[in-house]
């Protein structure tokens, strides 16, 4: 199998990479407003993020 690998996406690449950070940001942004955790991605593990969070760890 023949993969061509960049190092950069395409242009299409990008916009939809930023659309995804966009839609990304706003609905953390909302939780954050509504007072719901979030989890995320961090140093390589699920953490939990936001005033209620459990005191549980994943």
Do not use: C, F
């Not at 199998?1 to 966009?22: D, F, I, V, W, Y």
């Not at 940001?25 to 209620?52: F, H, M, N, S």
């Amino acid at each position: 199998m023949n993969t061509k690998h960049t190092a950069t996406p395409s242009p299409e690449g990008q916009q939809q990479l930023e659309t995804l950070r966009l839609a990304v940001a706003k609905t953390l942004e909302k939780k954050r407003r509504l007072g719901q955790y979030a989890v995320i991605w961090k140093d390589g593990k699920p953490t939990l993020q936001g005033e209620d969070a459990p005191l549980t760890a994943l």
